[in-house]
């Protein structure tokens, strides 16, 4: 057997040192983003059912039909996850938190799985960021999960977002829609890609959502589901938009944003950035009142988002915004001879128990070479340590920014570079 090519990791990527960092860094303004807000993380299995995730997502999207990584065991089909919203609605039917009253609040942050075709900005494994309400049918509900998705790329200084924003109304009102969208196709069936004619039966208005160029000209004159909304949606529709007006967050209608399928109502949404390129989705959620029931729950409003990790960490690089990199090392002990390999053993552990990073030479390699690492790990301090030292009971201090050294007691190199730490 040859050495494996290991350069096309089957798209799946990664996250070396010097890289976490900035993942640490999303993560952190994720997380206390979302506590600004009272959402509340849960964590759910990286394994699903697969009947569950065909349920939830929908048998006819292409993430069921032909990218699910699943396989069984025994009598059990499990898909590694492809999304966040329907393992967060098994969890709140499974654990009843509709008992825990009021409406729950609700986001993660985790890996996804899906068999795409690898490129910029499409993983088979990349990470989401979502949230759920579950329990609100309150326009105010949209407004604040869109909010919260909203205030992470303000917090993180992405400017050239864009929402977009429509209603799909309800399943019923949406049953005259697509009637209207298979009149108004039918006489152009024939100019329709292979994708959109297969739609054209199994749900019209996906047609709406197709990228393919000859399907463009075509939908430009479809009509508009907002003409066929029902009432109560498009009250709601114009609640949420006032909403959104007084948080002073823009939006614009996009009247082909659709979810095709039928647990979606009403509200529809998605963040784009010109900073992105081809794959120009951050993130996009809406409003799903029955898929509580569809999955077997009580019956539950509920609304959420997720956002693409890879794609904000794009963002970010684009507009080179500082997420912190590798954190430097505060203290390296460089060591001549056994003694003085013992002595930093033992004295790496007051060191740490501060809260210092501290580290030393694994190879007993030349003290050069030891000095070399320091600078390597661009160590704030260098603790000196070889036989003078080890007689006298002091060390040597050297302050690697102030290319500065001196001889002191070890409690006393201690308390200086946790002054400086702290300061
Ligand atoms: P979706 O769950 O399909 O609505 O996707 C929500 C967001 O997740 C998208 O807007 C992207 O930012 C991100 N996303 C979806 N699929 C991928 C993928 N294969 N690779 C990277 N990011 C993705």
């Not at 499990?78 to 009843?96: D, F």
């Not at 409406?103 to 490129?119: C, D, H, N, T, V």
Request: hydrophobic share 35%; aromatic share 8%; no cysteine.
């Amino acid at each position: 057997m040859g050495n494996p090519n290991y350069t096309t990791h089957l798209g799946m990527v990664d996250i070396l040192p010097g890289d976490v960092e900035r993942w640490h860094f999303i993560e952190n303004l994720i997380r206390d983003t979302a506590r600004t807000f009272h959402f509340k993380e849960i964590r759910t299995p990286i394994l699903e059912d697969t009947g569950l995730i065909a349920r939830g997502i929908g048998g006819d999207t292409d993430i069921v039909s032909k990218e699910m990584f699943a396989f069984e065991r025994g009598d059990d089909r499990y898909v590694l996850r492809p999304e966040g919203t329907a393992p967060a609605v098994r969890a709140y039917i499974q654990h009843t938190l509709h008992q825990r009253g009021g409406s729950q609040k609700l986001f993660y942050i985790g890996p996804m799985f899906r068999a795409e075709r690898p490129q910029k900005g499409r993983q088979r494994q990349f990470h989401q960021f979502g949230a759920e309400i579950l329990g609100s049918a309150d326009a105010l509900a949209d407004a604040e999960t869109i909010a919260l998705m909203h205030t992470l790329y303000r917090r993180l200084g992405v400017a050239h977002i864009t929402l977009k924003l429509n209603s799909v109304g309800e399943p019923e009102s949406r049953k005259t829609y697509r009637e209207a969208l298979r009149d108004y196709f039918r006489p152009h069936f024939h100019l329709l890609s292979e994708i959109s004619q297969k739609r054209f039966d199994t749900n019209p208005m996906r047609i709406l959502d197709s990228k393919e160029p000859e399907d463009r000209p075509l939908i430009e004159g479809a009509p508009l589901i907002r003409e066929y909304l029902d009432a109560d949606s498009a009250a709601h529709y114009r609640q949420l938009q006032k909403h959104l007006d007084r948080l002073g967050i823009p939006y614009e209608e996009d009247p082909y944003l659709v979810r095709g399928l039928d647990y979606y109502t009403r509200t529809a949404f998605e963040l784009t950035s010109s900073d992105l390129g081809a794959q120009d989705a951050l993130g996009g959620g809406g409003r799903y009142d029955l898929l509580v029931e569809e999955l077997g729950g009580p019956a539950t409003p509920a609304v959420g988002f997720a956002v693409g990790l890879e794609r904000l960490l794009i963002v970010a690089d684009a507009l080179n915004l500082p997420l912190g990199g590798e954190k430097r090392l505060d203290v390296y002990i460089v060591t001549r001879g056994d003694e003085a390999r013992k002595w930093a053993l033992k004295h790496l552990r007051p060191l740490r128990d501060t809260g210092l990073s501290a580290s030393m030479d694994l190879q007993a390699r030349s003290m050069k070479a030891q000095m070399k690492e320091a600078d390597r790990e661009a160590a704030r301090f260098v603790l000196l340590v070889g036989d003078d030292e080890l007689a006298s009971g002091s060390v040597t201090l050297r302050d690697m920014d102030a290319s500065t050294e001196e001889t002191v007691h070890f409690p006393e190199a201690l308390r200086r570079m946790v002054g400086v730490a702290e300061g």
